[in-house]
Each structure stands twice: as C-alpha cells, then as structure tokens.
C-alpha cells in the first residue's frame, strides 16, 4: 500500500501560478507512471498530465499543454505540477495518482487539492 498526500492548492488570480506537489509514501513502491488528474464541479475527472517514471517521459492534455509542467524529485519521492498562466477554466479538484507495477491503469489516489482561479 501506498499513500499520496497532495499540497501546494489554493485561490490564485487569472494569470497567475501554482505548484502542487504529491508525496508518495514509499520510496520503494514499484511504479509504472504517476500524473495529476482533475475534477471541476458538475463534469468528469479528466486526464492533466503524466510521467513515466522509469525514463521521465511526459504527456499532457492538450488544455494545458505548454502551460503546465509535471516534474519529480525522485530523492524526495514525490511528483510536482507546476501551472502557470492559469485561466478560470483550470479550476478544480486537482488529483495526483500512481500506476503500480502491473496495474492496469491508476490504482492509488490522493484526496485531492483544491485550484481555484479567479477572473
């Protein structure tokens, strides 16, 4: 088992920026790829972006590709989104997740960060 604790979420103003990190519990956790997923009121969770974790190999969503960054400090076993020139639209609960080794797909979840961008 392993837990994912999310932070750094918050009210910013439309253009502005944010940094949400996600702690894994365990340095050791066999890990295929974690990402950040996001849930605005009334709509799906949606795909933001990802990482494979053995090589770094990135992919984002086309509504936030070249604003967002994810990154990793392997070190410190935690993953990070870096967003920047935020719009209204981006506000949501944002979710990091795992894909364990052998997974399917995303079988850990964190609680969820709030974003909130105003106009």
């Known amino acids: 088992q392993v837990q994912l604790v999310e932070s750094g979420g918050g009210l910013v103003q439309a253009g502005g920026s944010l940094r949400l990190s996600c702690a894994a519990s365990?340095?050791?956790?066999?890990?295929?790829?974690m990402g950040w997923f996001r849930q605005a009121p009334g709509k799906e969770r949606e795909f933001v972006a990802s990482m494979r974790w053995s090589g770094g190999t990135t992919y984002y969503s086309d509504s936030v590709k070249g604003r967002f960054s994810i990154s990793r400090d392997r070190a410190m076993n935690t993953v990070y989104l870096q967003m920047n020139s935020l719009k209204p639209e981006d506000t949501a609960v944002y979710y990091c997740?795992?894909?364990?080794?052998?997974?399917?797909?995303?079988?850990?979840w964190g609680q969820g960060t709030q974003v909130t961008v105003s106009s």
């Open positions: 365990q340095r050791t956790f066999s890990r295929v790829a």
């Open positions: 997740a795992l894909q364990q080794v052998g997974a399917t797909g995303y079988n850990y």
